[in-house]
């Protein structure tokens, strides 16, 4: 009964240029608990703002053909966003709230007379 959380690149925003550089990146996060992945599945998307300053000069600039998904994860500023990202917690609750509904604040009930 563990939740695992995958997270991939689902899409990247590049300037209107020819150099193809990425300005923005989002990243799908998918939470699935195994006890009953077909009902405790919830999946969410957040972007990332990148710093396109530096253009194709800047320090570990890697070209838009070799990029691939583990090395848009781990730029700072998406692997950063997506530690202070309270997105797997929110995901967990939603879990634990299908799994183990709270008990409602109010009911109606039948009328004394």
Do not use: C, R
Not at 14 to 25: G, K, M, P
């Amino acid at each position: 009964m563990a939740i695992t959380h995958t997270q991939t690149v689902s899409n990247l925003t590049i300037l209107n240029n020819a150099d193809n550089i990425v300005s923005e990146v989002s990243v799908k996060t998918v939470s699935v608990d195994d006890s009953d992945p077909n009902t405790l599945t919830i999946e969410g998307e957040e972007s990332f703002q990148l710093d396109t300053s530096g253009g194709t000069s800047a320090s570990g600039f890697v070209a838009y053909e070799s990029l691939t998904q583990d090395t848009v994860l781990n730029w700072t500023p998406v692997k950063d966003g997506l530690a202070s990202s309270n997105t797997k917690t929110n995901h967990e609750a939603w879990i634990e709230s299908v799994k183990n509904p709270p008990a409602p604040a109010q009911i109606d009930k039948a009328l004394p007379w």
